[in-house]
């Protein structure tokens, strides 16, 4: 990749940035670059750049990538996941001081079906008495038997970081 006054930019950056662009067009080549630029400046004992991603196969893209784009000696302060695996992985540490119970399970989607399946699709959502009373008994589940399901790991991790 040519690395051109734009894309330098992004590398000399301090802060933040937000870069856009369509599929190829560089945005993960110049982010690994970015972590590289990011470790060579030094991070402190324990530090590791994060990749968070929406699914498995762009976390494999990634790595591949990672393979090309990063020296090896790097390659082990950067840690990749995707959001559901970075937020379990908060959550089955952490759960507790929101008061819930040291050990959690998922409810898995298959296993949610089982105690709302009689609720019509159409009918979910705040008007319907029934789906109101499955959305507490979710909330009961997770702070008393440590069950929750994947749509409130977001929610519940950002509980746990604010």
Same mark, same amino acid.
Request: aromatic fraction near 8%; hydrophobic fraction near 45%.
């Given at each position: 990749?040519? *690395?051109?006054? &734009? ?7 301090? %802060?933040? !940035?937000?870069?856009? %662009?369509?599929?190829? +067009?560089?945005?993960?080549? =110049?982010?690994?670059?970015? $972590?590289? /630029?990011? *470790?060579?400046? %030094? ?9 968070? +991603?929406?699914?498995?196969?762009? /976390? ?12 090896? $000696? ?10 559901? @695996?970075?937020?379990? @992985?908060?959550?089955? $540490?952490?759960?507790? &001081? ?7 399970? =998922? &409810? &898995? ?8 399946? @009689? =609720? ?27 069950? *929750? ?9 950002? !509980?746990?970081?604010?």
């Amino acid at each position: 990749m040519e *690395i051109c006054k &734009l894309r330098q930019s992004l590398l000399d950056c301090q %802060g933040h !940035a937000l870069v856009l %662009g369509g599929p190829g +067009s560089g945005k993960t080549t =110049i982010a690994l670059k970015k $972590a590289v /630029v990011r *470790i060579n400046a %030094g991070l402190d004992p324990g530090q590791s750049v994060l990749f968070l +991603s929406f699914s498995r196969a762009a /976390v494999a893209r990634l790595g591949e990538a990672m393979k090309q784009e990063v020296p090896r $000696a790097q390659r082990s302060q950067l840690s990749m996941q995707t959001f559901h @695996s970075f937020f379990w @992985s908060l959550l089955s $540490a952490h759960a507790y &001081l929101l008061g819930a119970p040291r050990k959690l399970r =998922i &409810l &898995l989607p298959q296993d949610e079906q089982v105690e709302f399946g @009689s =609720i019509k699709p159409r009918e979910r959502n705040e008007t319907n008495a029934d789906w109101r009373a499955w959305l507490v008994r979710r909330e009961e589940m997770f702070r008393q038997d440590g069950r *929750i399901a994947f749509d409130l790991f977001a929610r519940n991790s950002e !509980a746990l970081l604010t």
